[in-house]
């Protein structure tokens, strides 16, 4: 089955620190695979999707990632940490048979110190 | 334009008593997804809808979960005979049809059961 592992629960980074959240997938066909962010008290936004185009993604608010096939991994990167980013990330990999519909990862939430 | 709504934001029900949520998607979406987010199981997926075709329900916990679509539009998800692990936030998405689509969430709605 689709399946995405999220490495560390909880992942605290100083503001201007390089932010790398953890994602690594299992898939039995080429998967599609996306980030999603949760801020407190809001809906799930989509932060940036890989789907079997470039290998390095770039999302909204200056996230990216990169699909390493050889790795099974979908890591989400920002240079550069600000407040404003501390929320909880979902890796998600598409479901197999099930349409279009999502696997979550359990998240990752990302804390922001001055 | 209007986004994902849900109703009601919250909700709150006595163990054996069954509720109705309800997902109005952006308008033109084909697809439509109820998601489960709750502290012990993350983001779990529930059911799926596309257009006219039987909808995949492969994440119903349990008979007593069901949902319909009507006029390919509103959704509404029914929880018969709720038991207390039911309490979670139930999620609702819409997206164009393939996978590549973003699946745009709503807020959610709050079921507590107590």
């Known amino acids: 089955a689709q399946s995405v592992t999220q490495l560390g629960s909880h992942v605290s980074v100083s503001e201007g620190a390089l932010v790398l959240l953890r994602c690594n997938y299992s898939?039995?066909?080429?998967?599609?695979l996306f980030w999603y962010v949760q801020y407190p008290n809001q809906g799930l936004q989509l932060l940036l999707k890989?789907?079997?185009?470039?290998?390095l993604v770039k999302g909204i608010n200056g996230f990216e990632a990169e699909f390493k096939k050889s790795e099974t991994s979908f890591h989400l990167t920002k240079p550069s940490a600000h407040m404003s980013d501390a929320a909880e990330y979902f890796c998600?990999?598409?479901?197999?048979?099930?349409?279009?519909?999502?696997?979550f990862g359990k998240g990752t939430s990302l804390l922001v110190t001055p | 334009g209007a986004g994902v709504s849900q109703s009601p934001s919250n909700k709150v029900t006595e163990k054996g008593k069954d509720v109705e949520l309800r997902c109005d998607p952006i308008s033109g979406h084909t697809a439509l997804y109820w998601y489960r987010q709750s502290l012990g199981q993350g983001l779990e997926f529930l059911i799926y809808f596309q257009g006219n075709s039987a909808p995949d329900k492969s994440g119903l916990p349990s008979d007593r979960f069901s949902a319909e679509r009507t006029g390919g539009s509103v959704s509404t998800l029914t929880i018969q005979r709720t038991q207390q692990e039911d309490s979670a936030v139930y999620l609702c998405a819409s997206s164009q049809q393939g996978a590549s689509y973003e699946q745009y969430f709503g807020p959610g709605t709050r079921l507590t059961v107590t």
């Open positions: 890989y789907t079997s185009a470039a290998t």
């Open positions: 898939s039995s066909v080429p998967p599609y």
């Open positions: 998600a990999v598409n479901r197999p048979n099930s349409g279009y519909a999502l696997n």
